[in-house]
């Protein structure tokens, strides 16, 4: 991920920023998670998670979401899931476009040329279609 603005001498010293940066990484991998998701899942503590999510709120990075409820909800205060924000989104290095692009350009240099690449077009596009 990009680290969005520069990290404070503090938060290098202490590894604050990656940190953050594995809960960002969490949410971009498993989509909008809880604190209690996100705790499990990262080994820490809801109130370290929290702390972090808070500076990821603030840094425009994620956002906070009411949880959706089937059913009837429990008392107390509604549960919250957090999301990347498109800004979250953005900050990190996302090149799936140019690998699929350089995986089409090695198919045609070394497994058949321009016939095998279009091969494959035809086998995604009935693959799409069958679906619909």
Known sequence: MKNVGAA?????ATRE???RNRVARSILDHGPSTVADLAGRLRLTQAAVRR???SLVAENVVEAREKRVYGTRARGRPAKVFALTDCGRDAFDQS??????????????????????AAFARDRIEAQAGAY
């Open 96 to 117: 799936y476009d140019s690998l699929a692009v350089e995986a089409l350009r090695w198919i045609e240099r070394n497994a058949g040329g321009e016939a095998a690449v």
């Open 8 to 12: 404070p001498v503090e938060e290098l």
């Open 52 to 54: 972090h999510l808070d």
């Open 17 to 19: 920023r990656s940190t």
